[in-house]
């Protein structure tokens, strides 16, 4: 499986932006998804992850919890992150992942990586 993210770019505060996830292969349905960011100078942090069935339970971080929103689609084995009420804080480097095998919050966990977008926020 190969993902490629897209959608980064500069935003001001406030602002929404709707990251993309495009996905290779024909198993990505059966994967769970999950977005993650890294700020400069930080480690990489879980940002919220989509199960691949049983509804598609979702789950976020509490500093981004009623601001972004996780979704896919199967169909178009594509996965997408909906991010709303921008603070300067969100400004990172997001990379979506497939394929966890630990807890669906742990980056170590999933196997394969897309190459990243770039999120700007400015105050």
């Known amino acids: 499986v190969q993902l490629q993210a897209s959608g980064g770019g500069l935003v001001q505060a406030g602002g929404s932006l709707r990251l993309s996830c495009a996905a290779s292969g024909r198993t990505f349905s059966s994967y769970s998804m999950g977005w993650f960011r890294q700020a400069p100078g930080k480690e990489r942090e879980f940002v919220a992850a989509i199960r691949w069935g049983g509804g598609g339970s979702t789950y976020y971080a509490d500093s981004v919890k009623g601001r972004f929103t996780i979704s896919r689609d199967n169909a178009k084995k594509a996965g997408y992150l909906q991010m709303n009420s921008l603070k300067p804080e969100d400004t990172a480097v997001y990379y979506c992942?497939?394929?966890?095998?630990?807890?669906?919050?742990?980056?170590?966990?999933?196997?394969?990586w897309g190459q990243g977008t770039l999120v700007t926020v400015s105050s």
């Open positions: 992942a497939a394929q966890s095998t630990l807890d669906i919050r742990l980056a170590r966990g999933y196997r394969y």
